[in-house]
């Protein structure tokens, strides 16, 4: 493999042991992987560890353990910190990709200069794909509008269907690409959030430097939307309106007058608040299984 395309696959894991096992084991059979990186975040009832074992003979495996939950952006920086390849990628525990995924992506990315950042795309396991592959900035108005339901509020369309590429406004944290340079240039993902959002403020990022994000087309994804985010419906739904909080607060809020930014800021929490008793009972439900 060549050194200068060589990649790292960084995935940080929490008690995503139902899907991690499929997600490994295509990553080490896919083109251009030179490191895998499976980062922990204190999954505490050995589901790693049996997982891990299938993979323990393939030299590009590696795993850090942490023993607090250290939110996924702290975690990416982690794996990010502790791998060599010029190329990163950073894959979800539910995301399963094919073979060519991960050259498919990188090709893109050397054969277009400008582009920062390069997702893929990604579906669901009904072949439809997810919104947050290919979304607008996250404006204050779309984002009241998200707030308030509007579940199409950051969809951005795929007009072109032959089409190579699509250049977005952000795509999915379940799998990106970036060039090591750029990610260290930019100082990685903002751990001020812990779940959710970070991508989009990443993407951010990268276009206001100066750079594209697109979405390979011909680079497949299958999102299965692993066990993690059910165990905790209300802790996820918390740290999800916390990161649109941030978001706005960091690239939006300047922009607004005082009074409407207020606004804005109390329907981010008034959604949650009128949302936490439904997620406390999924909740409860689920630790009753």
């Known amino acids: 493999m060549n050194a200068d395309g060589a990649i790292a696959i960084v995935v940080v894991t929490h008690y995503s042991a139902a899907t991690l096992d499929e997600c490994l084991a295509a990553v080490l059979t896919a083109d251009t992987v030179a490191e895998l990186l499976v980062v922990d975040n204190a999954t505490a009832d050995g589901s790693v560890d ?27 920086n982690q794996g990010a910190a502790a791998t060599r390849p010029p190329w990163l990628v950073f894959l979800n525990p539910d995301c399963i990709v094919e073979r060519d995924t991960f050259a498919r992506m990188q090709s893109l990315a050397r054969a277009r200069p400008g582009v920062g950042l390069v997702g ?7 072949g439809v794909p997810e919104r947050a592959a290919r979304r607008r900035e996250p404006t204050w108005r779309r984002s009241l509008k998200r707030v308030f339901g509007d579940r199409n509020a950051f969809a951005l369309a795929r007009t072109d269907r032959d089409a190579e590429a699509t250049a977005v406004d952000a795509t999915s944290g379940a799998l990106m690409l970036i060039e090591r340079a750029v990610f260290e240039r930019l100082g990685g993902f903002d751990e ?68 409407l930014a207020w606004l804005i800021e109390a329907g981010i929490w008034a959604r949650f608040a009128l949302l936490a008793p439904w997620l406390a009972l999924r909740e409860l439900a689920a630790r009753l299984r």
Do not use: W
């Not at 030299?59 to 702290?74: K, L």
């Open 50 to 76: 049996e997982v891990l074992r299938r993979f323990e003979h393939d030299p590009r495996v590696r795993i850090v353990r942490n023993t607090t939950n250290r939110g996924f952006a702290s975690g990416c």
């Open 120 to 126: 893929a795309d990604v579906r669901g396991e009904d």
């Open 192 to 259: 001020a959030y812990r779940l959710h959002c970070e991508d989009l403020d990443l993407c951010r990022r990268v276009r206001d430097a100066g750079l594209a994000v697109v979405v390979a087309e011909r680079a497949r994804a299958t999102h299965r939307q692993g066990s993690s985010s059910r165990r905790r419906p209300l802790f996820v739904g918390f740290h999800k309106h916390r990161g649109m909080h941030r978001y706005f607060r960091k690239h939006e809020r300047a922009g607004v007058p005082p009074p």
